[in-house]
């Protein structure tokens, strides 16, 4: 069964920093480029981060860069997300998705909610 489960997300301050963790189960998770992404209430889902299978490869929204670094662990089969800087309007459910390199599935966890409010 193809999970895909995130967590590390809250209630924080502006200037603060969350970590998100994405952990991945079912499937192959080093076939599987990574991204986060992120809708706030009203807007259209946004792409906030890339990795590549292994890590060699990573970009940024705009919005994001400098503040916010994408990972991953093949052996925990997890992408992170460390948030720094953190706005307000970074305040959104942030959702992990795998899309397979040569491999089937596009897959999706539940999100996580990330509120930045004094």
């Known amino acids: 069964q193809v999970q895909l489960v995130e967590s590390g997300g809250g209630l924080v301050q502006p200037g603060g920093s969350l970590r998100l963790s994405c952990a991945a189960s079912?499937?192959?998770?080093?076939?599987?480029?990574m991204r986060w992404y992120r809708q706030a209430p009203g807007t259209e889902r946004e792409l906030v981060a890339y990795?590549?299978?292994?890590?060699?490869?990573?970009n940024y929204a705009d919005s994001v860069k400098g503040r916010f670094t994408i990972s991953r662990d093949n052996v925990k089969n997890t992408v992170y997300l460390q948030m720094n800087s953190l706005k307000p309007e970074d305040t959104a459910v942030y959702y992990c998705?795998?899309?397979?390199?040569?491999?089937?599935?596009?897959?999706w966890g539940q999100g996580t909610q990330v509120t930045v409010s004094s």
């Open positions: 998705n795998g899309v397979g390199v040569q491999a089937p599935g596009d897959y």
């Open positions: 990795i590549n299978r292994f890590g060699g490869d990573r």
């Open positions: 079912g499937f192959t998770f080093s076939r599987y480029a």
